[in-house]
């Protein structure tokens, strides 16, 4: 009885041995006495105990840290260079048998492309083209882990560190860099300023213009209609006046009394020499005329008083 006790412990020890279990994001690959039978897929598997062997692959996208290493540029400046390789298996098969260790593989293939793609960019390249590096490296491990039966997605620069001084130089630069857009950019302002100040400066003018033109333009015509009814007044007071001479017939004597006085405030004035109008000749000789008949009569009336007396 303790003989057939310990045979059947055996035996489902030895048929438990040969149940798997795959999760679904695994494959099997069961190999009979060391050759490739079959690709097992996910869930309850038996293979036969100590004949059949199976090789679970994980097909999850996974990660590979490539360790830190120096790297020379075009322009002979040693950067340290650190990436990370974003992987997925898509044929378990050759992931098993074409390659001994794919983590291995992929980081010395991937140190090696990071020299050769770095090496052919200068170190101001390298430190703004780090989308175009990680293109680069990822279509080249694409292409080599293909036969592997594994897709590489994407490649992830970390960081990328030149020396000491090298980094000094580049802030000094930035510093210098950004200084000089200050001083830019403040030039900018103050010209912008500038040119709003004499446009505002010249709209004013204009504006001021504008304003005068228009005054003068009223004053112009204020005056415009002053003179036209000053000149209005004189020319009624003058048909007023001339109404008036007409209406009251006046001598010859009172004309020529009046001449007078017009012409002795002519002369009345601070001037050297005093124009008289052409018409004042004839005047003036009827004046005289008037002189002769007023000292003929003068003289006349002297004689008959003289024969009075006699």
Partial sequence: MIFWLILAVVLFIIAASGIKIIRPFEKGLVERLGKYRREAEPGLQFIIPFIERMVKVDLRETVIDVPPQEVITKDNVVVTVDAIIYYQITDAFRVVYNVANFEIAAIKLAQTNLRNVIGEMELDQTLTSRERINVTLREVLDEATD?????????????????????????????????????????????QSEITKAEGDKMSAILQAEGQSESIKRVAEANKFKLIAEAEGQAIATVNVFKAIHEGDPTKDLIAIRYLDALRQIADGKANKVFLPYESSAMLSSLGTMAEIFKDGKDSSSVNEKDSKK
């Fill in 147 to 191: 036969k592997w039966g594994v897709k590489v997605t994407r490649v992830e620069i970390k960081k990328i560190d030149p020396p000491q001084d090298i980094m000094d130089a580049m802030s000094k630069q930035m510093k210098a860099e950004r200084t000089k857009r200050a001083v830019i950019l403040e030039a900018e302002g103050y010209k």
